[in-house]
């Protein structure tokens, strides 16, 4: 059963969103403004509370049917509420699935687990020197007309959360591409996103491939510069949708 608040609570981190992210996009809003990290931080401590019960959410038992479009798609999306600031909702994820590498631009975001384990490779995207493409050797080639979509970023974390950790953070320019991996057995997670995606306004989501030392095991604090290829959306990874069932959030 929901905790007693947990409609006050889900209010309250709908609200608190609201309150850290309604001048993205503008200069009161960084990763170094005294407002915003105070702001972040009482939401990230709301974040910390939520429970996929507060949600009305039950924790998913592994799937054994194959995936197939479109009626058993490896990752569903319950939306909760959208504004011009920010987007909020629920990521599950199938037994085995994973949300590929992809970024957020210009865009801060938090994720929270609520049920599950999710492992998460985080990188940072690099600027490429002049003719740091051309000159870089890959193993399949790469072919001419891809290097535009050469992207040199930096591996910084790969690490494993459940709904005992505290939420996952991405800035614009930290941890603004990530992979989501479901880890021995099927995952959620609750999402914000701010400002929402929008491909009119210049934030579409843009996938990714490792080029090079894909399976890369990282020592504590390690970090590793690696080439991504972007490419189009992977055609095993779509998402599906279904009803929300928790609290109504109104803003």
């Known amino acids: ?31 170094n403004s005294k407002g915003f990290l105070e702001n972040q931080a009482k939401l990230r401590n709301l974040l910390h509370e939520i429970r996929a019960e507060d ?32 987007s909020m909702g629920v990521f599950l994820l199938k037994g085995g699935s994973s949300i590929p590498l992809h970024d957020h631009p210009e865009m801060n975001g938090m994720l929270k687990v609520l049920y599950g384990k999710v492992s998460i490779s985080c990188f940072d995207k690099l600027d490429n020197p002049p003719d740091a493409a051309s000159e870089a050797q890959f193993n399949p080639p790469v072919l001419p007309y891809q290097k535009d979509a050469l992207r ?32 021995d057995g099927p995952a959620a997670f609750l999402d914000i996103l701010a400002p929402p995606y929008d491909q009119d306004d210049g934030r579409d989501c843009h996938y990714y491939k490792v080029l090079e030392n894909g399976d890369v095991k990282l020592e504590t604090g390690e970090q590793k510069e690696m080439w991504l290829l972007e490419i189009p959306q992977p055609t095993d990874f779509w ?10 959030v109104t803003l």
Request: charged share 15%; hydrophobic share 30%.
């Open 55 to 86: 949600l009305n959410i039950a924790p998913r038992k592994l799937d054994p049917s194959p995936i197939s479009v479109p009626h058993n798609p490896p990752v569903t999306y319950m939306h909760i509420c959208e504004t011009g600031a920010f």
């Open 152 to 183: 040199r970023s930096i591996l910084r974390s790969i690490g494993e959360y459940t709904e005992h950790n505290g939420p996952c953070v991405l800035t614009p320019k930290k941890d603004n591409l990530h992979q989501i991996n479901a880890v």
């Open 1 to 31: 059963m929901p905790r007693e608040n947990m409609a006050s609570l889900i209010q309250k981190i709908a609200r608190q969103a609201s309150t850290t992210f309604k001048n993205c996009g503008s200069s009161a809003i960084g990763e």
């Open 239 to 248: 998402c599906g949708a279904e009803p929300y069932p928790g609290p109504q």
